[in-house]
């Protein structure tokens, strides 16, 4: 029988179903069975060194990431040498996986792994963690590796039980958080409470933690309620809504009020745009509180350049909510160009249907265009009522087939794709030929400026050479009469 650990929360026992013997072949059994692990502990403890020693002669260089892990757990308790070998047991009792000494030996060469932390990592690989993913642990969150595995199978049993994780979820988590690992389950149960309570389905919890698991370390007086109170109160979003933006944007629960959420109100209230429709858009699409105001406005500039007033910018944005996660150069100036050129539209056009900004114009807008030209049908301006419809409307319109229209477009959207690829190629290398451009006439006109100055330097210094002279000539002159 193995003892149980002395770890409050590691409360495990291997002889539960041994069956009843005398005292004295029990405490023999014991005593052989303890000789045995130590026996395997100590084996254990010289392969560790083994691999931690190897070419001592030739180090092995070690990246960035693991010196600097090496450094992190030089400040961190580190885990002995029985917790380690309560974790092999704990492992070899619930039957985990664990890693090869091949594999470890791989591991520690790149991560500058400790030893007693095999365990550790051989359960964070079991939950799918990549190479990669464990070196941000070995940086970021060493405490981890030193964590009783016992206390983390805890964790993981309760957020997949609770909450409903899946193993992509807890990845997700890790990758982003390692210390949602480190806190005790009575520290997310009112986080959870109160984000039920609000409103978010039970179902959808897991999707919020693990797009946004920063969540679970908020308070819940001081953190998550002041915000969801906020948006309600201040900016108007209903209460029924609150869990409709918090699964589109869970990070929104972690902006801040004052720097980050109310100013971003202001500017779209500043744009002319009303509170209710305020509400609209960050409700449609809350993701608009992180955007940057140089990226907000980079956008205006646009629709600016286009020929918009201001009214008819914000009716545009106010009825296209994404508007401001779209790119100008790759998606609304391109998209732009072609309503022009080959539509026959206008800017009062995008003011009557922004929507057209949000459809894909390899997948939608050319292809439908095309499709219809090759008959003769694509009537000019071309109708935005035809992008915006079904396939199998819009094919009505020629009077084909659905099937002819998929294999059209199974046809024709990778040359499409491959012609917006290029010109997008020739967009970017026209922008830096612009830019070197511009680097050069700035360099000239530094050349020329310099040059003046030098000019002038020298003229100044002839001149004064030329009055040193002279006042030298009448020096000599009047030397020469006195004699």
């Excluded at 704990?90 to 091949?102: A, C, R």
């Excluded at 591991?107 to 939950?127: H, T």
């Excluded at 971003?264 to 993701?287: A, C, W």
Aim: glycine share 4%.
């Amino acid at each position: 029988m193995i003892p149980a650990a002395f770890d409050d929360d590691l409360m495990i026992s291997f002889d539960d179903d041994e069956e009843d013997v005398g005292e004295d072949d029990k405490e023999m059994e014991e005593r052989a069975l303890i000789e045995a692990t130590v026996a395997r502990l100590r084996s254990r403890q010289a392969l560790g060194k083994t691999l931690m020693t190897e070419k001592p002669k030739a180090p092995v260089a070690m990246t960035a990431g693991a010196k600097a892990a090496r450094k992190l757990g030089r400040n961190t308790v580190k885990k002995s040498d029985w917790q380690s070998f309560v974790d092999w047991k704990t492992l070899e009792h619930q039957e985990f996986e664990t890693l090869s000494d091949e594999e470890f030996a791989k591991l520690s060469k790149k991560l500058a792994l400790e030893p007693q932390w095999r365990p550790m990592v051989s359960y964070l690989k079991s939950l799918g963690l990549k190479t990669r993913d464990l070196e941000k642990v070995a940086i970021n969150c060493t405490d981890l590796l030193n964590r009783p595995v016992s206390r983390v199978i805890s964790r993981v049993e309760y957020l997949e039980g609770e909450l409903g994780l899946e193993k992509k979820n807890l990845r997700q988590i890790v990758n982003k958080d390692p210390r949602i690992l480190l806190q005790r389950n009575r520290h997310s149960i009112p986080r959870c409470r109160y984000l039920t309570k609000i409103g978010l389905p039970q179902e959808k919890l897991a999707d919020v933690l693990g797009k946004q698991p920063s969540i679970l370390h908020l308070s819940v007086q001081k953190g998550l309620m002041p915000r969801v109170q906020y948006l309600k109160d201040e900016v108007g979003v209903s209460a029924e809504d609150i869990p409709l933006l918090i699964q589109r944007s869970p990070a929104v629960l972690t902006f801040s009020i004052e720097n980050q959420i109310q100013p971003r109100v202001e500017f779209l209230y500043d744009l002319g745009i009303s509170k209710e429709n305020v509400v609209k858009m960050l409700t449609r699409h809350p993701q608009m509180l992180q955007y940057s105001f140089e990226n907000l406005e980079e956008k205006l500039k646009f629709l600016g350049d286009i020929g918009m007033d201001d009214n008819e910018a914000a009716l545009t944005v106010t009825r296209l909510s994404q508007f401001f996660s779209l790119s100008v150069e790759d998606s609304l100036r391109p998209k732009f160009k072609y309503m022009t050129d080959e539509l026959g539209g206008t800017k009062d056009t995008c003011v009557k249907y922004p929507a057209y900004f949000s459809l894909s114009l390899d997948n939608r807008i050319r292809p439908r265009h095309k499709f219809l030209e090759q008959f003769d049908l694509a009537p000019d301006p071309f109708p935005m009522k035809l992008l915006s419809v079904r396939d199998d409307e819009f094919v009505l319109r020629a009077s084909k087939s659905l099937n002819e229209f998929e294999e059209y477009k199974t046809q024709m959207v990778p040359i499409f794709t491959a012609q917006t690829a290029r010109e997008k190629s020739l967009r970017m290398n026209s922008s830096m030929a612009q830019h070197e451009q511009l680097l050069l006439e700035r360099r000239r006109v530094e050349f020329i400026r310099r040059n003046q100055q030098e000019t002038a330097r020298q003229r100044e210094m002839s001149d004064r050479v030329a009055k040193a002279r002279q006042s030298l000539r009448i020096l000599r002159n009047s030397q020469h009469r006195s004699r």
